[in-house]
């Protein structure tokens, strides 16, 4: 008859499951340092480096909406100025028109 002693599990020795589950262990172990090691790398990037980015386009945004609303008003007021040149531009050659006559009505 075959005996297996207590101390073998799954044809492995007490001694080679110590060993696996300290490998095992010490994967974990290094794996979980890693984690809080980068999770400290990306916060410290996020705040030294990327916030300060995130600021500057934030001030760049708020600065092309005003340029955008003054652009806008800028606009509007050249529109007005054009209407306003046009409406002077008749003006003008009606009164060139009624001085015209007036001239030529004076010379019969």
């Not at 599990?9 to 794996?31: K, N, P, R």
């Not at 005003?66 to 606009?75: E, I, L, P």
């Not at 050249?78 to 004076?106: A, M, V």
Request: proline residues 1%; hydrophobic residues 35%; without cysteine.
């Amino acid at each position: 008859m075959h005996w297996v002693a207590i101390h073998y599990i799954f044809g492995y020795s007490l001694e080679d499951w110590v060993a696996i589950l300290t490998i095992l262990g010490m994967i974990i172990a290094g794996f979980r340092w890693l984690s809080k090691r980068s999770k400290k790398a990306i916060d410290n990037i996020e705040k030294n480096i990327l916030g300060p980015i995130y600021d500057e386009l934030s001030k760049l945004n708020r600065n092309m909406e005003v340029s955008n609303r003054q652009y806008a008003k800028a606009t509007e007021r050249l529109e007005q100025g054009d209407k306003k040149f046009i409406h002077h531009d008749e003006q003008l050659k009606d009164h060139e028109r009624r001085i015209t006559n007036l001239e030529r009505g004076s010379h019969k």
